[in-house]
C-alpha cells in the first residue's frame, strides 16, 4: 500500500510513534497537523470551507477574527491572494470541530495566550494592535531556539496554526495551481519524467 | 407437508474476494469448476470513485449528495485487541476486490535468496517451493495483471520479461539514482501493477497520480475488475455480498463440510456447503477463522494440531525520511504525478560481497512523494522556518524538489508474534475477536541502524538535505499492511499448517491462499506472489477434483 491509502488513524498513530522518542513539537501539534493533512481531502470539511452561510462552529467571533489576521500573516496575499482570501480560517475551524477534545483544547489555550502575550507586550489584544506588533509577536515566536520562551504553548501554538494554514491554503485552487504553479491536468498520455541531462550525469 | 430439500453443496466455496481470493475464484471458473464466493462487504461503484476529484471540487459534489467511496473498515464496526503499549495497525477492505482496490501496486518478484533464506540462516523454515516452481505463474499473472518495470534483473528481482515499460524517472529521482551509483548502492526501474499499455481491454495508466482513491479506469490491477467480471461471463461464479463468514463447519471426519456466515446488515446467521473451501479473507482474518473454528476433531483451530496456526506474524519494519534537494529549488513545478508512486526501487543489497551486516535477512527502499505533491504542499514545508512572504516563497521554491526514501525491511518470524482469539470478546456476530501481539527484537533493532546509515549516505551522495529528520523513528507497527506468516506453508506437518499447494495438512478440503501461508515476509511487497500462489494453489485443486481427490 502506500501513503495515499494511510488513514487518519494511521497517520496520526505514525506521528504520535515518531513524536515520543524526538524533541519536536508537542503531541496536540503533532496530532492537529496530521489531522489537517487529512482533512484536505475530506468532502465536508471541502463543503464547509466553500458553504455560502458559513459561521464558525468552534470559534467565537474574535477567535475567528484572530484566526483570520494569523492565518494571513503565516502566508499573505503577494502576488497571488493570501490565506485570507482562500478562507483559511474556516478550514481551521473544521480541523478544531473533528479534532480530539484535548487537541481542541490546547489550540484553544495557545490562541488566548497570543492575546494576553499582546496585552501585556502592546497594551492590546492581538487583533487590536497593528501589523508591526503582530509581526514582532509570530517573529519571536518563530525564531528557532527562540529564548523568550516565556511560555512553551506559544511556540507550540504558533507550530499548530501554520501547519494547519499550510495545509488548508496550498489545497486551494489558489495555493496548489495559481501559487505552487500545479497544472491541474489529470489525464495525460504519457509521463512526464526529467529531461535534464544534468541530473543524470 | 413441509418438504425438505437437501442443501446445496457447493463444488467450491471461496472465502474473500481480494488477490488471493479473487483469484482463486478466477482460476477454479476458468477450469469449469463452479464457485461460490463470500465477501463480507458489497461492489465498489467504480464510476463514483473520487480518483479525479480535486480537493477543492468536493463541495458541489457533497451538495449534490455524494460521498468518495468508503473502502476502509471501520474498527467500531469489527474491533480487533492488541496488548496495552503494543498497537498494531490493521487495515481491512470489505468488499469485492478487497485491498486490491487501493493497494500500492508494487509489484516485486521473490526470488530464490527469498524463498531459502531459511536454508541459509537456519531462522524458522523455508518455502516448500522454488523459485523456478514459481516462475511460471509469476509470468502468467505479470501477463494477465499488466506490470510496468526495467530489464534490470537481478539475483534479488529476476524475471522481467513481460514487464511493460516502466515511466521515466522524475527530476529527485535522477538525482537519487545519480547519487546512488555514486556509492554503490543498486537502483532500478520500480516494478508496480500501473499498466502503461492497453492490456486486457483496460486503457493504460493516465497518469493522474491518484491511484490511492481507487482508479476508475481500471488501469491498475484490481480484482473486482480483472478476475471477478470475467469469472463471471463463464456462468459457474455466484457472488454473495456482504456475507461474513465466522466459522468453517466440520464433519465427523474432520473435514470442511461449509461455512457459517452472518448477513453483514442484518446480523442473520446462515450456512452454505461446500466440498471444498478456499480461504482468502486477508492474513490476519483468515488466522482468526481458522482459530475460531474449533471441534471436537479439531480443538486447537482448524487444522492446528502443530499449534503453529497464528504464531510467526511477520511484517515489516519502515523508516520514512522526507529531505529537499537545493538543485531543484526554484525549478519549475512539473506534472510529474506519474503512476502514483515512486519510478525507481532500491533492491536489496547487503548480502553482496563486500557487504557486512551483523542481522539476519534484508531491507529494500521505496521513494514515496518524490517530485511536485499533487494534493497541496509536501508535508516538509511546515518545516520551513519564519512565516509571511519569505515562507510561502520558500514554499514555491520547494515545492518541484521533495524527495522521500523509504526502506522496508523483513522482520523475522517469531513464535510469540501472535494472533490469538479472546472468546470473551467477540463481535456483533457473537465471533471472537482477533487479538494481535507483536514486537520487534534486536534482529530489526540492528536493521533499522543500518536502514538509516543507507538514507544517510544516499542523501549526502544525491546532495540533498534531510528535513526533520528523526534517524531510526520506525513507522507504526502494522503500517506497512504486509501480514504474512500465521499459516505457514512448509514441508513438514509438524511445523506448518498447510503443504506445498497451500491446502492443509490435516484437513485436506481446506486451502488457504492469502498472505498468512508466507512462511517468511521477506522486504518485499506481497501481492504479486499471493496471486502466482493463489493460481497455482487453484490449479492443483482443479487437477485434484478431475482426479476425484476432493
Given at each position: 500500500?502506500?501513503?495515499?491509502?494511510v488513514?487518519?488513524?494511521q497517520?496520526?498513530?505514525?506521528l504520535g510513534?515518531?513524536?515520543a522518542?524526538?524533541?519536536?513539537?508537542s503531541?496536540w501539534?503533532?496530532?492537529?497537523?496530521?489531522s489537517s493533512?487529512?482533512?484536505?481531502?475530506?468532502?465536508?470539511?471541502?463543503?464547509?470551507?466553500a458553504a455560502?452561510d458559513?459561521?464558525p462552529?468552534v470559534?467565537?467571533a474574535h477567535q475567528n477574527?484572530?484566526v483570520?489576521?494569523?492565518?494571513?500573516l503565516?502566508?499573505p496575499?503577494?502576488?497571488?491572494p493570501?490565506a485570507?482570501?482562500?478562507?483559511v480560517?474556516?478550514?481551521?475551524d473544521?480541523?478544531?470541530?473533528?479534532?480530539?477534545?484535548?487537541?481542541r483544547?490546547?489550540?484553544?489555550?495557545?490562541l488566548?495566550?497570543?492575546d494576553?502575550?499582546?496585552?501585556?507586550?502592546?497594551?492590546?489584544?492581538?487583533?487590536?494592535?497593528d501589523?508591526?506588533?503582530q509581526?514582532?509577536l509570530?517573529t519571536?515566536?518563530?525564531?528557532e531556539?527562540n529564548p523568550d520562551?516565556?511560555?512553551?504553548i506559544?511556540l507550540?501554538?504558533?507550530r499548530a496554526i501554520k501547519?494547519?494554514?499550510?495545509?488548508?491554503y496550498?489545497?486551494?485552487e489558489?495555493g496548489l495551481?495559481?501559487?505552487?504553479?500545479?497544472s491541474?491536468?489529470l489525464?495525460?498520455?504519457v509521463s512526464?519524467?526529467?529531461?535534464h541531462?544534468e541530473?543524470?550525469n | 407437508?413441509q418438504?425438505?430439500?437437501p442443501?446445496e453443496?457447493?463444488?467450491?466455496?471461496?472465502?474473500?474476494?481480494?488477490?488471493?481470493g479473487g483469484?482463486?475464484a478466477?482460476n477454479?471458473?476458468?477450469?469449469g469448476i463452479n464457485v461460490?464466493?463470500?465477501d463480507?462487504g458489497?461492489k465498489?461503484d467504480?464510476?463514483k470513485?473520487?480518483?479525479?476529484v480535486q480537493?477543492?471540487e468536493?463541495?458541489e459534489?457533497v451538495?449534490?449528495g455524494?460521498?468518495p467511496?468508503?473502502?476502509f473498515?471501520?474498527?467500531k464496526?469489527?474491533?480487533?485487541l492488541t496488548?496495552?503499549?503494543?498497537?498494531f495497525?490493521l487495515?481491512?477492505?470489505w468488499g469485492?476486490?478487497?485491498?486490491?482496490n487501493?493497494?500500492?501496486?508494487?509489484?516485486?518478484?521473490?526470488?530464490?535468496?527469498?524463498?531459502?533464506a531459511a536454508?541459509r540462516?537456519?531462522?524458522?523454515?523455508p518455502w516448500p517451493?522454488s523459485?523456478a516452481?514459481?516462475?511460471?505463474y509469476y509470468?502468467?499473472?505479470?501477463?494477465l495483471i499488466?506490470?510496468c518495470g526495467g530489464t534490470d534483473?537481478?539475483?534479488?528481482?529476476?524475471g522481467?520479461?513481460f514487464?511493460q515499460p516502466?515511466p521515466a524517472?522524475?527530476?529527485?529521482e535522477?538525482?537519487?539514482?545519480?547519487?546512488?551509483?555514486?556509492?554503490g548502492?543498486p537502483v532500478?526501474?520500480?516494478?508496480?501493477?500501473n499498466?502503461t499499455r492497453?492490456?486486457?481491454?483496460?486503457?493504460?495508466?493516465?497518469?493522474c497520480?491518484?491511484?490511492?482513491a481507487g482508479c476508475?479506469?481500471?488501469?491498475f490491477?484490481c480484482s473486482?475488475?480483472h478476475l471477478?467480471?470475467e469469472?463471471?461471463q463463464?456462468?459457474?461464479?455466484?457472488?454473495?455480498?456482504?456475507a461474513v463468514?465466522?466459522?468453517?463447519?466440520t464433519?465427523?471426519?474432520g473435514?470442511a463440510r461449509?461455512?457459517q456466515?452472518?448477513?453483514?446488515h442484518?446480523g442473520?446467521?446462515?450456512?452454505?456447503l461446500?466440498?471444498?473451501?478456499?480461504?482468502g479473507a486477508?492474513?490476519?482474518?483468515?488466522?482468526?477463522?481458522?482459530?475460531?473454528?474449533k471441534?471436537e476433531?479439531h480443538?486447537?483451530?482448524?487444522?492446528n494440531?502443530?499449534?503453529?496456526?497464528?504464531?510467526?506474524?511477520c511484517e515489516?519494519i519502515?523508516l520514512?525520511?522526507?529531505?529537499?534537494?537545493p538543485v531543484?529549488?526554484?525549478t519549475?513545478t512539473r506534472?510529474?504525478?506519474?503512476?502514483?508512486?515512486?519510478?525507481?526501487y532500491m533492491?536489496r543489497?547487503n548480502h553482496?560481497?563486500?557487504r557486512?551486516?551483523d542481522?539476519?535477512?534484508?531491507?529494500?527502499a521505496?521513494?514515496?512523494n518524490?517530485?511536485?505533491?499533487?494534493?497541496g504542499?509536501h508535508?516538509g514545508?511546515?518545516r520551513?522556518p519564519?512565516?509571511?512572504?519569505?515562507?510561502?516563497?520558500?514554499?514555491?521554491r520547494r515545492?518541484p524538489a521533495?524527495?522521500?526514501?523509504?526502506p522496508f525491511?523483513e522482520?523475522l518470524?517469531?513464535?510469540?508474534?501472535?494472533?490469538?482469539?479472546?472468546p470473551a470478546r467477540v463481535?456483533?456476530?457473537g465471533?471472537p475477536l482477533?487479538?494481535?501481539?507483536?514486537?520487534?527484537g534486536d534482529?530489526e533493532?540492528?536493521m533499522?541502524e543500518?536502514m538509516?546509515?543507507?538514507i544517510?549516505?544516499?542523501?549526502?551522495?544525491?546532495?540533498?538535505?534531510?528535513?526533520?529528520y528523526?534517524r531510526?523513528?520506525?513507522?507504526?507497527?502494522?503500517s506497512?499492511?504486509h501480514e504474512h506468516?500465521?499459516c505457514r506453508?512448509g514441508?513438514?506437518?509438524?511445523?506448518s499448517a498447510?503443504?506445498?499447494?497451500?491446502?492443509?495438512h490435516e484437513?485436506?478440503?481446506?486451502?488457504?491462499v492469502d498472505?498468512?501461508?508466507?512462511?517468511?515476509a521477506a522486504?518485499?511487497?506481497p501481492?504479486l506472489?499471493?496471486?502466482?500462489?493463489?493460481w497455482?494453489?487453484?490449479d492443483?485443486l482443479?487437477d485434484?477434483?478431475?482426479?476425484g481427490?476432493?
Open positions: 500500500m502506500d501513503r495515499l491509502t488513514t487518519r488513524r497517520a496520526l498513530r505514525t510513534h515518531a513524536a522518542g524526538a524533541a519536536a513539537s503531541l501539534v503533532e496530532s492537529l497537523s496530521a493533512r487529512q482533512q484536505v481531502h475530506a468532502p465536508e470539511t471541502r463543503a464547509a470551507v455560502t458559513w459561521k462552529t470559534l467565537t477574527q484572530t483570520v489576521i494569523l492565518t494571513e503565516i502566508i496575499e503577494t502576488d497571488t493570501g485570507k482570501a482562500t478562507n480560517n474556516r478550514f481551521i473544521r480541523v478544531l470541530a473533528v479534532a480530539k477534545p484535548g487537541d483544547e490546547a489550540f484553544l489555550r495557545g488566548a495566550w497570543i494576553q502575550r499582546s496585552q501585556v507586550l502592546f497594551g492590546a489584544a492581538f487583533a487590536g494592535t501589523a508591526a506588533n509581526t514582532t509570530l519571536r515566536l518563530s525564531t531556539g520562551k516565556e511560555d512553551p506559544g507550540d501554538f504558533f501547519s494547519m494554514t499550510i495545509n488548508g496550498y489545497s486551494t489558489i495551481r495559481r501559487e505552487l504553479g500545479d491541474g491536468r489525464f495525460q498520455t512526464q519524467g526529467c529531461d541531462p541530473h543524470s | 407437508m418438504i425438505i430439500r442443501p453443496v457447493h463444488p467450491v466455496i471461496v472465502i474473500g474476494s481480494g488477490a488471493s483469484m482463486a478466477w477454479l471458473t476458468q477450469h461460490l464466493l463470500l463480507a458489497d465498489f467504480r464510476s470513485f473520487w480518483t479525479h480537493p477543492w468536493a463541495q459534489r451538495a449534490r455524494e460521498r467511496p468508503q473502502f473498515l471501520d474498527t464496526e469489527q474491533p480487533y496488548p496495552e503499549g503494543r498497537p495497525d487495515t481491512r477492505v469485492h476486490g478487497g485491498k486490491t487501493v493497494w500500492g501496486r508494487v509489484s516485486l518478484r521473490y526470488s530464490e535468496m527469498d524463498l531459502k536454508e540462516d537456519g531462522w524458522e523454515i517451493i523459485y516452481e514459481l516462475a511460471p509470468d502468467r499473472v505479470e501477463q499488466g506490470v534483473d537481478s539475483e534479488v528481482l529476476p522481467s520479461k514487464l516502466p524517472p522524475r527530476c529527485g535522477r538525482l537519487l539514482e545519480k547519487g546512488m551509483h555514486k556509492v548502492i532500478v526501474a520500480g516494478r508496480r501493477a499498466m492497453r492490456t486486457r481491454g483496460f486503457p493504460a495508466c493516465h497518469y497520480g491518484n491511484c490511492g476508475d479506469t481500471a488501469s490491477f473486482a475488475d471477478l467480471p469469472a463471471m463463464t456462468g459457474r461464479l455466484e457472488i454473495r455480498s456482504n463468514v465466522g466459522r468453517i463447519l464433519d465427523e471426519n473435514l461449509g461455512v456466515y452472518f448477513d453483514r442484518t442473520a446467521e446462515r450456512q452454505a461446500a466440498q471444498v473451501i478456499v480461504v486477508s492474513c490476519v482474518d483468515s488466522t482468526r477463522l481458522l482459530l475460531n473454528s471441534s476433531r480443538p486447537n483451530g482448524l487444522g494440531g502443530s499449534d503453529v496456526i497464528g504464531r510467526y506474524l515489516q519502515r520514512n525520511a522526507t529531505g529537499f534537494f531543484l529549488a526554484g519549475a506534472n510529474d504525478r506519474g503512476i502514483g508512486g515512486e519510478h525507481i533492491p543489497f553482496r560481497p563486500g557486512k551486516r542481522y539476519l535477512r534484508g531491507f529494500g521505496q521513494f514515496w518524490t517530485g511536485a505533491s499533487t494534493s504542499a508535508a514545508s511546515e520551513i519564519g512565516f509571511g512572504a519569505a515562507l510561502k516563497r520558500e514554499i514555491k515545492h521533495w524527495f522521500e526514501i523509504h525491511g522482520v518470524p517469531y513464535a510469540h508474534n501472535r494472533i490469538t482469539v479472546d463481535d456483533k456476530y465471533v482477533a487479538k494481535i501481539d507483536y514486537q520487534i534482529n533493532r540492528k533499522t543500518h538509516a546509515d543507507t544517510e549516505e544516499i542523501v549526502q551522495a544525491a546532495g540533498g538535505e534531510l528535513v526533520n528523526r531510526g523513528q520506525l513507522d507504526a507497527m502494522g506497512a499492511i506468516g500465521t506453508m514441508a513438514e506437518a509438524k511445523r498447510l503443504n506445498r499447494f497451500n491446502q492443509m484437513v485436506k478440503n481446506v486451502f488457504v498472505g498468512s501461508s508466507f512462511p517468511n522486504e518485499k511487497n501481492t506472489t499471493i496471486l502466482a500462489l493463489s497455482r494453489a487453484s492443483y482443479a485434484e477434483i478431475k482426479r481427490n476432493l
